[in-house]
Structure formats: structure tokens, C-alpha cells
């Protein structure tokens, strides 16, 4: 059973464009929702994260919107460039009286063509 | 602050032998985390420590693949005899006690023949 599932798997966009990213889950007791940046022959990375107490979050470039009703969160890199070519993953866990185990999406590979 | 360290960072093996891996988490850092990336996956955990106890290895195999972390710092994780689904890329990850931050090292990349 695949508790988190992510969307497109592959992803090409113009420099300078929208690149968004889905994810939906399925266990309502998870309660932290990380994404993570992977380059080729590097770890993933911490990109950006959010609670459910919060419909919205942004650092940068980048925004995560949460719908918990929907049980799906999103994220929305602005501005999009070539150096942001990379694999993305979401993921969630239970933070809280659970196993705190992070559970991935299969991620998605963004191309961001100059 | 360095990294996680994890070594070596490629390692090729004929099916059946023995092969391990080794970890260094982030100074400080009490939370210690195996995981298993397949080409193209996500990572999938296989063990958790929390210091030097084993708190979650539900997913690790246990009948071929065995792990330890001596003194609650630096980990090994074995694979004794590795099989040609073995072959991915083992990431390790440390985390601070309290904190949801999961910091991930470089990984190896296994390849059994």
C-alpha cells in the first residue's frame, strides 16, 4: 500500500516558469510534511516543510500548499531555474505518539530547460 | 558543522559475499536512520536508532541484512550474503532529538553481480 503518492513522475519546464509538484496521502494521523531536493549521486536534501495547522508556506522560490480536507499538499517552485533540476520527494510522518517514520513519494524529476 | 558521513561510496560485489557499510551522523545528532533507495524510488527506512537502540526495524530484512550502532554514534550496516536485488543505493540520516529534520548523507551505491 503506497501511503504517499506523487505526481507527475517526470516534469519539463522553460526557465523562468511554475513548476508544481503533487502529493497525496492517506494516513490522517500524519502530521509533518517534508519535500526533499536529490541531486544525481548526492542524498536528498530538506527543501522546505509544513504542518497541518498551516494551509500555506513559503521560503523563497518556494511554496508548499497544504489541503488537509483533501488530504493532498503541493509544492510550487516560482521562478524556475536550470539549477533546480533535480529529483523531488514528498513525504510524511507521524511526529506525534507514532514511529516518526518518514514515508516517501516516488518523486518526480524536474527539468528546467534554460 | 560536517555532514553525514557514509563509506564507501561505491561498492561492487559478487552475489552471495558479505558486504558492509558504514555511517557517521552529524555530531550530536542521537537519531540514526538506514535507508534503502532503489533506482527511481523514494528511500524506504530499514532501522531507526535512538542512540545506540534499535527502536524501529520492522522493514529490515533480518534473515540477510543485520545492523549496529556501538556506543550510540557511528553504525555499520551488513548484508551477509548479498543478492542481486541488493543492488541500490543505501542512505544514512541522522536527526537531533526533538527535531523532524532528517539530515541525509551521499549514500553507497551497491552493485552485486
Known amino acids: 500500500q503506497q501511503q504517499v503518492k506523487q505526481s507527475p513522475q517526470s516534469l519539463i519546464v522553460q526557465k523562468g516558469g511554475i513548476s508544481i509538484i503533487n502529493c497525496a496521502y492517506e494516513n490522517t494521523a500524519f502530521d509533518y510534511f517534508p519535500w526533499y531536493q536529490q541531486f544525481p549521486g548526492k542524498g536528498p536534501a530538506l527543501l522546505i516543510a509544513?504542518?497541518?495547522?498551516?494551509s500555506e508556506k513559503k521560503e523563497g522560490r518556494f511554496t508548499i500548499s497544504f489541503n488537509k480536507s483533501a488530504k493532498q499538499f503541493s509544492l510550487h517552485i516560482m521562478d524556475s531555474q536550470p539549477g533546480d533540476s533535480a529529483t523531488y520527494f514528498c513525504a510524511a510522518s507521524q511526529t506525534q505518539g507514532g514511529s516518526e517514520k518518514l514515508v516517501f513519494g516516488k518523486g518526480t524529476k524536474l527539468t528546467v530547460n534554460p | 558543522e560536517a555532514g553525514v558521513v557514509q563509506s564507501p561510496r561505491y561498492k561492487i560485489i559478487e552475489k552471495k559475499q558479505p558486504v558492509a557499510f558504514w555511517c557517521n551522523p552529524i555530531?550530536?545528532?542521537?537519531?540514526l536512520y538506514w535507508y534503502l533507495q532503489n533506482l527511481g524510488q523514494g528511500p524506504e527506512l530499514l532501522i531507526r536508532?535512538?542512540?545506540?537502540?534499535?527502536?524501529?526495524d520492522s522493514q529490515l530484512p533480518k534473515d540477510r541484512f543485520s545492523a549496529e550502532r556501538l556506543k550510540g554514534v557511528d553504525s555499520t550496516l551488513k548484508i551477509q550474503p548479498a543478492e542481486l536485488g541488493d543492488s541500490a543505493v543505501y542512505l544514512c540520516a541522522s536527526s537531533r532529538r526533538g527535531e523532524d529534520t532528517q539530515y541525509f548523507g551521499p549514500g553507497t551505491r551497491l552493485t552485486v553481480l
Open positions: 509544513i504542518r497541518p495547522d498551516v
Open positions: 536508532y535512538e542512540n545506540e537502540e534499535a527502536v524501529d
Open positions: 555530531s550530536g545528532h542521537n537519531t
